[in-house]
Each structure stands twice: as structure tokens, then as C-alpha cells.
Nanobody, 122 residues
Framework: QVSLVESGGGSVQAGGSLRLSCVASGSTSNNKARAWFRQPPGKQREGVAAIATGGIPTHYADSVKDRFTISLDNTGNTVYLQMNNLKPEDTAMYYC???????????????WGQGTQVTVSS
């Protein structure tokens, strides 16, 4: 079993930055990938960024390329999402996930955090 706890969400104005963190605990050795997903109000959950626990490869949704960066700490237990130049359309609940393959498809992830809210005002 793997537990994931996100932090770092909040409210910012357009153009601002936030850094999300997700700490994994439990039986993490078999989970070779971490990812961030988001669910805007009234919409489906979508993949934002994914990374293998070795650091590569990484994958990004087209909508966040060149603005968001996913990374891991040295232990591989904490995954970060640095979000720059935030836009109102980035407003969503952001979820951390752990799985076996670095992909932006939710079905490949077995463990999910409770989410952290990001709100971007214009």
C-alpha cells in the first residue's frame, strides 16, 4: 500500500507561480512512476505531467509544456510540480499518483492522493 500526500496549492493571480509537492510513503519500491493529474470544475480528470522514478522519461500535456516542470527529490519519494506563468484555465484540483509506467493515462496508476486546490484568477 502506498500513501500520497499533496501540498502547495493555493490562490494566485495569472502569471504567478506555485510549487506542488507530493510525499509518498509505504511500499513504494514497486511503483516506478509518479504523475500529476488535475480535474477542473465540471470536467474530467486529465494528465498534466509524469516522470519515471529514475528521473527519465518525463511527459507533459501540451497545455502545460514550457510552463510546468515535474521533478523528484534524491530519494524518489517526493515529486514536485513547479508551475510558472499560471493561467485561469489551470484552475483545478491537482492530484498526485503513483504507478508502474510514466504515462498521462490515469488507468496506469494505482494510488492517488487526496488532491490540492489550485485557483488562478485573471
Amino acid at each position: 500500500q502506498v500513501s500520497l500526500v499533496e501540498s502547495g496549492g493555493g490562490s494566485v493571480q495569472a502569471g504567478g507561480s506555485l510549487r506542488l509537492s507530493c510525499v509518498a510513503s509505504g511500499s513504494t519500491s514497486n511503483n516506478k512512476a509518479r504523475a500529476w493529474f488535475r480535474q477542473p470544475p465540471g470536467k474530467q480528470r486529465e494528465g498534466v505531467a509524469a516522470i519515471a522514478t529514475g528521473g527519465i522519461p518525463t511527459h507533459y500535456a501540451d497545455s502545460v509544456k514550457d510552463r510546468f516542470t515535474i521533478s523528484l527529490d534524491n530519494t524518489g519519494n517526493t515529486v514536485y510540480l513547479q508551475m510558472n506563468n499560471l493561467k485561469p484555465e489551470d484552475t483545478a484540483m491537482y492530484y498526485c499518483a503513483a504507478g508502474y509506467t510514466a504515462t498521462l493515462t490515469a488507468a496506469f496508476y494505482d494510488y492517488w492522493g487526496q488532491g490540492t486546490q489550485v485557483t488562478v484568477s485573471s
